[in-house]
């Protein structure tokens, strides 16, 4: 695994709106989003210095197209939002995001293969992905909010033992998004091999300086503008 793909980025100094906007995945994953709402995601992207926009398969050209030549990574998601797609679909998933202009992607397990102590199926499904991938980074989202923590546990290893990038905590669209200790758990899990993304329910600066002190290093949300705001205010 490359250097570029391992290395989480470094905790942002709070009191920095640029660090902070640089640790963000401006998100748009709407079943009603539209073309002229993703040219402005990336619009903002650029202006506030996001990591990533992420926004749903269909619109990963236009993302691309848009952000061309800027730092701004385009995301997307496979298997989302509920990870039961078949093995194949998500490969052929992955593999065509990164040909659309993907750097990064946000893939949904499936579950069963947890629930049922599969972990060796988890782990090649996770890395099948990966290798679809090619260059682009993947975040493995595990939806804690249905694990017990042995399962978190086995979930962020099995991660980590595949080659991704990230442990994600959650899709949003499920019944809770990213919680306190589930962040500190997967931090103290992936001990600084892989990233950890806190993403589901982080709308305020608070809560995203809470997901961040708890040992995220990536944040997924789709109120990007108005917490770096938040500290652009206070800040002066």
């Known amino acids: 695994m490359s250097m570029s793909r391992s290395m989480p980025p470094t905790v942002p100094d709070r009191h920095s709106p640029a660090a902070l906007a640089a640790l963000i995945d401006h998100t748009l994953l709407l079943p009603t989003v539209t073309s002229q709402q993703i040219i402005d995601l990336c619009e903002e992207a650029v202006e506030y210095g996001f990591a990533s926009v992420c926004v749903p398969p269909n619109q990963v050209s236009l993302a691309a197209q848009r952000l061309y030549g800027s730092v701004v990574k385009v995301g997307s998601v496979v298997g989302f939002p509920c990870g039961y797609n078949n093995l194949r679909q998500k490969v052929q998933e992955s593999a065509d995001l990164v040909a659309a202009g993907a750097e990064e992607i946000d893939m949904v397990i499936a579950l069963n293969h947890l629930l049922e102590h599969r972990l060796d199926r988890l782990e090649e499904e996770i890395a099948q992905v990966v290798m679809a991938a090619q260059q682009a980074g993947v975040k493995v989202i595990i939806e804690c909010c249905y694990l017990d923590t042995a399962q978190k546990i086995a979930a962020t290893q099995a991660v980590i033992n595949a080659g991704a990038t990230y442990v994600k905590t959650s899709t949003g669209f499920a019944s ?57 205010a206070l800040t002066g």
């Open 176 to 232: 809770s998004g990213a919680v306190l200790e589930d962040v500190q758990l997967l931090a103290q899990i992936a001990r600084g091999k892989i990233g950890v993304k806190a993403a589901g329910g982080i709308r305020s600066l608070k809560a995203c300086r809470e997901m961040i002190a708890a040992g995220a290093t990536r944040i997924g949300t789709s109120a990007g503008v108005k917490i770096v705001g938040e500290l652009s």
